[in-house]
Structures are given as C-alpha cells and as structure tokens.
C-alpha cells in the first residue's frame, strides 16, 4: 500500500467518528501473513472507548484491545501485512483501498449513510437470526461453526452472508404476506451451488421461525447436488431436497423464488422461473454479468457516454447497473412491486446488490412500459430478460 493510502487508512481508524476497519484478500507483502483477515471496531470496556484487533487466522481468532492512543504500532502492523483489500467506514465516509497484483493502489471514497454510530459495547447481544456463540447443528455441518458455536476464522465471510439474507428473507415474507399463510411454503432455489443458503433458509424457517417450508434447490452441477443432499440427511431436514437441471425448465409453482449468485443470463432465467410460475415473492443477488456487457455501443443516444464505455473497468461496471435495471424494470412491467438493495456489506463480497420482487400488482403499467421502451431505446440492445421472459413480456412492450 502506497504511503498515501496508508496514511488516509490511519488517520481514518485513529480519528473521529471511527466505525468499522477490515483488512482481507491477498497479502502484497514481501513476507507471509500470520492472518487471513483482521478487523478493528471501536468498543468499550468498563464505560471506556478502546479500539478492539480481532485477528482471523485458519484455525482461531484472537482479540486484542487498546486504547486509542496506542492503537498506531498494532495498526502499522496490520498495514505492514499488505492486504489487497482494505475497507474503513466512519461517520463521515466510507473508504475502499484495493492493492492490484501489479502494485497499483487503488482508492475509493464516497459518502457515509446515516448518522454518527456509538461504540458498541464488548458484550453486546447482536440481533442476528443464526447467532454466534450458539450450538447450531446446520453451522456445525456445513463448517461454518465449531460444535460450541464458534465461527470458524476462514468461514466468517459467509456466516455473516447468511444472516444478512436470513433478515431479507424474514422482511420480505412479511412484506409479501407469506410469512403466514396457513400452510407450508414452496420455495425453489435457483442455481443453488453448495446450498449454504438453501439449508440455512430452511432451518430458519422450520425450526428457529416456525413457518413450515418445503425447498428444493436446483443446478445444473451435480457434483454439487450430491453433496447437497449428504448435507440435508445429515441435519435430518425433511421437506428439503435437491435437483440436478437447468433453471426456467422446471415445472414448478413455488410461493418464493431465490436466485443467489446464479451467473450471468441464469439470473435472468430464474427470475423468468418466478414469474411464469407464478411465485409471490422473488429475492436475486446476480453473480457476473456478461451478456449485455458484450452489446453495449456508444452509439446513437448512447454516444455522449463514450468516454465512460471506451474504460474495460467502467464498462464492465455500467453493463452491471445496464442488466439490473432491465431486469427490475421487466419486473415491474410483470406487475412486481420491485427494488434493489444492498444487502451485505462490500467488505464481504462485491457481489451485493439484492433484487426484491413481490408480485401483486397489475401488469403491463404504462409508465414502467414507456420506461422500458425508452431504456431500449437509449442503449439500442435487446436484454436477455427479455428473451427469457417470452413472449407475454413482448406483448406488453412491443417487442
């Protein structure tokens, strides 16, 4: 890390208004690092602010505490490490610094949402619907926690993954009034890879909520399915199986869909899934996005943003925000009440923006259509959510 950044990340933590400071991804030191993450929060201790060091190895974490005013060597240390990956927020910013392999520091800043945030007292009970320090058999099977509840250093990303989509789930079935319906739930989970997610809804639902659910979880990799499956017979979970096939080819009516990194077009195809098969509610987190990325021309009324397409990283990155437009605006159009939101923070994975349908409005609004129309238009490409969508979509636009 270059002295510059060093120097915003310091003054960053051992200021005013500290929040939050995670220091991860690969090391661009020149020697190995005894850690594989380490995190700094302030707290306080016996009605004292101190910064708290929390150091994630393979095997353990340790925590260490200091005050502010001796917090720098601890600090340094950290920094010395080189970490591709660095995240600080503060009451007044939030600040990413990312290392390239080939040196090249890279620092982000934008605004802090909300108000100032008090220090969180060491004890504090967090609101969280898995929590840790909690014997929990799923966390123990899927290797999440040790058999005491001990987030496991290496798994900690994906432990708090998991709450944050267990807190969207538990909002958007009261949302979309499913949360009691006075009957199980059918919910399909599209593209569901190693199924933490899908084993972790399941057992959030049937045991810790008591909403009876039924999941099956689909994807084309049937390594992964069987590995699924050995998972759900070991928590003994009935009413959760898995299938090997391709999503929007199932013939299924589910009351929910959920689509967690499905890659690409496949986003597209399950969000087709849910709203043929009549699904109430939809929660998508895309993974990479390709297609629209390979279209995208500063043509026409487009050409004004040539000097932001002709930059790899930008286009790549307005192709993102392109195809998850489209898709929330098709939604819309489908008669969805829909929005995108983050639902995990960036420092956990960049792949963070949630797309939340629920269906109970009338399709076809004119002005979500002119919207569509118009986006079209202004691009001059044709979305693959609109081919996935058929020809009940086109007959509302005019395609």
């Known amino acids: 890390m270059g002295t510059d950044a060093r120097e915003l990340v310091t003054a960053a933590v051992l200021g005013p208004g500290f929040r939050r400071a995670t220091f991860g991804g690969a090391t661009r030191g020149d020697t190995p690092s005894p850690w594989v993450r380490v995190v700094v929060r302030p707290v306080e201790v016996r009605g004292g602010p101190l910064l708290q060091f929390s150091y994630f190895d393979a095997r353990k974490d340790t925590t260490r505490n200091y005050p502010v ?13 080189g970490f591709s990956g660095v995240h600080v927020a503060t009451d007044a910013e939030e600040i990413d610094v990312r290392t390239t392999k080939k040196g090249k520091v890279l620092v982000g800043r934008r605004k802090a949402a909300g108000g100032p945030a008090a220090a969180e007292p060491h004890n504090r009970v967090k609101d969280v619907p898995l929590p840790e320090g909690k014997a929990d058999r799923l966390l123990e099977v899927m290797g999440i926690a040790t058999a005491d509840g001990r987030v496991r250093p290496a798994m900690r990303a994906k432990f708090t993954q998991i709450n944050e989509f ?14 009691q319906v006075g009957r199980p739930l059918d919910i399909l989970d599209c593209g569901c890879g190693s199924s933490y997610l899908t084993l ?36 003994a979970a009935g009413g959760l199986s898995f299938a090997c096939g391709r999503i929007g080819e199932l013939d299924a009516k589910p009351d929910v869909v959920l689509a967690l990194h499905a890659c690409d077009t496949a986003t597209d195809d399950a969000i087709a899934q849910a709203v043929r098969g009549g699904a109430k509610l939809l929660l998508s987190v895309p993974c990479c996005h390709h297609a629209l990325n390979r279209e995208l021309r500063p043509d026409g009324p ?20 392109v195809t998850d437009g489209f898709r929330a605006l098709a939604l819309r159009v489908m008669g969805h009440r829909t929005d ?15 797309i939340r349908a629920v269906k109970g409005l009338p399709s076809g609004d004119p002005g979500h259509v002119a919207e569509y129309r118009d986006l079209k238009r202004f691009w001059g490409v044709t979305p693959y959510i609109e081919t996935a969508l058929g020809e009940p979509f086109r007959d509302l636009v005019g395609g």
Request: overall charge negative.
């Open 166 to 179: 267990l807190k969207q789930l538990r909002h958007a079935l009261a949302d979309a009034n499913l949360a």
């Open 340 to 354: 995108v939101v983050e639902f995990v923070g960036t420092e956990h994975t960049a792949r963070n923006l949630m």
């Open 69 to 81: 005013a001796e917090a720098a060597a601890p600090l340094a240390e950290v920094l010395a490490v």
């Open 302 to 321: 487009a050409e004004v943003l040539r000097p932001l397409l002709r930059h790899g990283i930008l286009r790549e990155r307005t192709a993102d925000l």
């Open 200 to 235: 972790a809804a399941h057992h959030y639902l049937n045991d810790i909520l008591g909403v009876p659910a039924r999941l099956l979880g689909v994807d084309v990799n049937e390594e992964v399915i069987q590995k699924s499956v050995a998972k759900g017979e070991r928590v």
